[in-house]
């Protein structure tokens, strides 16, 4: 889930895309996500039988969270009400690439990479493809440039990103390492962030090439 449910048009919600590519959403037995902030999780009331995996130190945060980070996890609204079947996951297994990883399927399809900085239990999503992994970074990172080498960012990004973390070292930490995995690993894993339209636009258009290879 990339969009709060309230804030995406109809067609860009996830209910709609699992439609579109001829799924019942019924049959969506899985949900993982990178954190809970609401333009995150906001869909879930959409897939209420769906386990809903996620680091336990982020749904920790947001059970019992700090004052400050109330308005992150909407405590109070209607947003939780119809209960998410919540299963929570440590760091446990082999390290990833130099990160600790939590297997979150057991086929080690698909795992966890905590990387908090954005808020306290923020986690990167790995998932194994044909040609490598695809490392979806949440909002570790919010432009491309931060995990570039020289990095950069817009400065009025640069702002609101320190507006909205819950950890600054941790957040600035991370994204250190994430610049070391793209520079060290490019042919490996592909990085790609929730708020980077580019980036989007990129990794939208290799997967449709390589839907097409494979036919």
């Known amino acids: 889930m990339t969009r709060c449910a309230l804030l995406a048009r109809p067609g860009e919600t996830a ?12 049959d969506v037995r899985h949900v993982v996500l990178t954190h809970l902030d609401i333009d995150h999780a906001g ?10 995996h996620v680091w336990a130190r982020e749904h920790e945060a947001m059970t019992r969270p700090p004052w400050r980070e109330r308005v992150r996890y909407a405590i109070g609204s209607p947003h939780w009400a119809h209960g998410p079947r919540w299963t929570t996951h440590e760091p446990a297994g082999e390290d990833w690439l130099g990160f ?6 057991p086929d080690g399809e698909m795992l966890l990479i ?18 490598g992994w695809l490392l979806h970074c949440g ?21 609101f990103e320190a507006l909205v973390q819950a ?3 941790l957040r600035h930490e991370n994204q250190e390492r ?15 962030c929730s708020h980077d339209p580019v980036r989007l636009e990129h990794a939208q258009r290799d997967a449709g090439a390589a839907a097409v290879g494979r036919r």
Request: net charge neutral; with cysteine; glycine share 10%.
């Open 15 to 26: 209910i709609s895309q699992v439609r579109a590519l001829g799924f019942d959403p019924a």
């Open 43 to 52: 869909g879930l009331s959409d897939f209420p039988h769906a386990e809903v």
């Open 100 to 105: 600790r990883s939590v297997r979150v399927l």
């Open 114 to 131: 905590p990387l908090p900085g954005h808020s306290l239990g923020h986690t990167g999503i790995a998932v194994r493809r044909p040609d």
């Open 139 to 159: 909002d570790a990172y919010f432009h491309r440039d931060e995990v570039a080498t020289p990095s950069g960012c817009p400065p009025g990004l640069r702002v």
């Open 167 to 169: 950890d600054g070292r």
């Open 178 to 192: 994430l610049r070391e995995l793209a520079q060290r690993h490019s042919g490996e894993v592909a990085l790609i």
